[in-house]
């Protein structure tokens, strides 16, 4: 899958927000350095967060099995399947919050926003 990605970090200093519709169009052309944005192709064998790590990017994590929701990330385009055993309510999951700990989009291309877990309500999922 060939994934857009967007630090949500950034969000603050262009005030963006998640739905925003031109979100990724906006980010395309903010000038942010590869680390905020960019686009990576996850191999099969790889999870999203493995596959940003194969790539040399340090994006959040900490048990790395589904528990925390220090990798969550918010999907915006695509599909990515959540197995089970996860942390996540199914509020979170309709809101579009997958952990990229656990799977990757299966979709040909997808975007998404990661380091949302500090959206409001998912940081008390945090543990
Ligand atoms: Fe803990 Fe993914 S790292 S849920």
Redesign the pocket.
Known sequence: SRVEYLNYEVFDDHGWELTDDDLFEKASDADLAPDDYGRLLVQQNETLLEAAENRGFAWP???????????AVALVEGEMPTPAGH?LTEEWLDRGIR????SAPVTESAKVVYNVKQLPGLEELIL
């Open positions: 994590y900490s048990c790395r099995g589904g528990a925390c929701s220090n990798c942390i952990l990229s700990c656990l």
